[in-house]
Structure formats: C-alpha cells, structure tokens
C-alpha cells in the first residue's frame, strides 16, 4: 500500500483555514503562483512541434539553452552531450536509485539529507533500497563524516540539495563532490533553488568539475512553470548518457512543445531577477508578520520557503492532537491566520520542531494573513 501523500495530511487544516472569510491562503505545497513570461506561453503554443516524437533525451535546442544558462548564470561549462531532458525533476528523483540499480546490483542504498525534500526517500523505497539519511551539522550542511563505512559501500548515490528545501541552507557542494569522488558514489545535487540564493551567488556542483556528479535542474521553481514539467540533468558524461538511453527505453519525453517553450525560458533571466525581488520581499515581510505574532524566522540562505521554529509555548504544551508542536503550530496558524502551512516533520523527523511556510501566494493574500494574525498572539492562544 502506498503512504498516504505528505500533503494529503493537511486536509483537516485547509478545512479550518477556510472558515476564515476570504478562505484559506495556502502557504504548504511550494508551486508557484506568479506568472510565467508571455513569450513563453506564446512558444509553448507556436512550436509547431506536436506531430512528431520529441526526443527522449531533450531537443539540441533545450540542451544548447540550459548550457548557455548554465555558463550565463554561474560560469560553468556544461557540454551539449552530457545534458538530457527529464519531465520535470521529481519523476527523476524518484527513478534515480531504481535505475542505478538496475547497472550496479551489488549496491542497495540510497544517502539522503536527513531533513530534506521526502522524495529521496520515496525514490529508494520504490526501488526496493535503504534510505540512509545523513544528519546536518550546526551549520546546516550534511555531516559527511556520519557515514558508516559500510553505508558508503552500499551506496548507488547521494543526493544533496542546496538552496535545500525544506531549510534554505546551503551545501558545502565541494565536499560532496570530494566525498562522492573518494567513496566512488555518485553525487546527485538538486539544484532547483538555485536563483533563488541569497547568500552569495547561486552555486551549482559542476563548480567542481563532471567527473561522478550530476546536477538537476528545474524550470518549474525558476520561471514558474511547474505545470509545464520541465527539468534537465548535467555532469558526468558516463552517468547522463546511460540514464538518458535508459529514459528513452522507458519512453521518458519531455513534450516538443514544452522543451521548446523551455528553451526560451532558459535564455531569459529577466523575469528571474523580477521574481527574485519579489520572493526577497515575500520572505522579509513574512517573517515580520510572524514575528508580531511571537514566531520567530530568520531568512533562509536560498529557496522562497520560510523555516519557523515552533515558539516553546507549543514544545511545552504538546497539545491535544499528540501529533507533535509542528502540528500544533500548524493548526494555530490555520484557526488564528487562515494560513496552510506544512508540518516541518513531513521532511523528516529532524524537522519536528518546525513548520514550513512557502512564500507562493500574491502580496494581498499574504496581506489578508497579516490582518488576521494582528490580533492574535501566541502567548496568548495557546493557553485558550
Ligand atoms: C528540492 C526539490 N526537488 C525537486 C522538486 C521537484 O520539482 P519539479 O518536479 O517541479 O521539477 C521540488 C519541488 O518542490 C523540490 O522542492
């Protein structure tokens, strides 16, 4: 039987939250909601690309954009060859260890940051595997040095994700290529965040060079076109040529259009930087509205997520649902705010004492929070 589906879990308190007049404002699942350029919708509908199969491992097109992207925004030279398509990035992460698998047998797990996206795991569990997590250190990056050595032996990769979601932090990317390197384990590293940093520049793995890494690239977060499906993976030539003839086997294909209207998205950086602004601004006026209902936020390093320690009043008092102070939190937020928000428990359970808040709904929708909230304090609520 398959789990129930992380989101699913909220039902209850998208029920509450919509009691509120104006109804719910959804700040759990992080899919955009500003819009993506016109001119890509316009190529989207103008490709004339439908007829024919697409090619399975992405059009020369898309290829030669993603690099150019790649060079453009964060000076790393990526080959035409060693790029493929894949139909946005989670069908990948979830494919991952069950194709590995499938060349190198001997091998049965899968390293994956303790707190982090759920479908590192769920991508072992489908391919039969051992999800590993690794813990982070104070600093937030993975503790590298936890792994045992017989975990390392087992190993088909290791994912690492920076800006990560659900935390905002950013990976030491150098020394997960080292450690993949000297494990002989390849390193997987999710950047779909990656326009979305805040401290320094956006930072990708192939800094370091191709040789046993892959980085994974998404348009979903970076132009908002989740609903498009489009991503691609770059970096060790051997490892992006046997996935992408294996994808193809399978029937993998990002569709002609959308590969097209991705391309154009690619070569486009305005709009990012317009939705960088707006995110900047989305997550400095989020955390002032928590913050004057007594939560604390700090600003993440990268990504459009805030991560909020659950305030102690809720850590003390477990409250009446048993499901731990996140969740506590969470329908505190959904009964004073009218805001959905994800217990930080659904990215592991180092993210028990935390909830997630996506900065994915436009100003007046977070404005109408912040009116809801003004009155309302967490001193105060818990004990009533
Ligand atoms: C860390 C991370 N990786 C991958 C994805 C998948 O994005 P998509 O399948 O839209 O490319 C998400 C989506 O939320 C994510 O947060």
């Not at 509450?16 to 404002?25: F, M, P, S, T």
């Not at 590995?100 to 759920?118: E, I, K, N």
């Not at 498009?228 to 993998?252: C, K, M, T």
């Not at 259009?257 to 154009?264: D, G, K, Y």
Request: charged share 20%; glycine share 10%.
């Amino acid at each position: 039987m398959p789990p129930v589906y992380p989101f699913d879990k909220l039902t209850v308190f998208a029920e509450l939250a919509q009691r509120h007049e104006g109804g719910a404002v959804d700040l759990s699942i992080g899919t955009p909601c500003d819009p993506p350029p016109a001119e890509v919708l316009e190529a989207l509908a103008t490709s004339g690309s439908e007829r024919g199969y697409p090619a399975s491992v992405g059009t020369v097109e898309l290829r030669e954009a993603a690099s150019a992207w790649m060079s453009r925004r964060f000076g790393v030279e990526a080959a035409v060859s060693a790029i493929a398509a894949c139909v946005g990035t989670k069908e990948l992460v979830a494919g991952v260890p069950h194709w590995l698998r499938l060349r190198t047998p001997g091998r049965d797990t899968v390293l994956y940051p303790l707190l982090s996206y759920p479908t590192y795991e769920m991508g072992a569990i489908l391919a039969q595997c051992r999800a590993v997590a690794v813990p982070a250190r104070p600093d937030g990056t993975m503790d590298l040095s936890s792994i045992l050595p017989e975990d390392a032996g087992r190993a088909l990769c290791l994912w690492v994700n920076s800006p990560g979601n659900p935390g905002g932090q950013l990976e030491d990317l150098a020394a997960a290529a080292a450690w993949g390197r000297s494990h002989g384990v390849p390193v997987f590293s999710d950047e779909c965040y990656i326009e979305f940093t805040w401290a320094g520049p956006g930072r990708t793995i192939l800094e370091y060079g191709p040789e046993g890494v892959v980085a994974v690239h998404s348009l979903s977060k970076r132009s908002n076109l989740a609903g498009l499906r489009a991503g691609f993976f770059a970096g060790d030539p051997d490892l992006v040529e046997y996935l992408s003839s294996l994808r193809r086997h399978a029937g993998f294909m990002v569709p002609g259009p959308v590969q097209h209207a991705a391309a154009v998205a690619l070569r486009d950086d305005a709009h990012v930087d317009r939705q960088r602004a707006i995110y900047l601004e989305r997550l400095t006026r989020f955390a002032e509205v928590l913050s004057d209902s007594g939560i604390r936020a700090q600003p993440p390093g990268g990504s459009f997520y805030l991560w909020v320690a659950v305030p102690e009043q809720f850590v003390a008092d477990a409250g009446p649902s048993g499901a731990g102070p996140a969740w506590e939190l969470t329908r505190w937020l959904a009964e004073h705010g009218g805001v959905l928000v994800t217990p930080g428990d659904t990215y592991g359970r180092a993210g028990a004492g935390h909830v997630r808040v996506a900065l994915v709904q436009p100003d007046q929708r977070l404005e109408l929070v912040a009116r809801r909230l003004s009155t309302a304090r967490i001193s105060s609520a818990t004990s009533s």
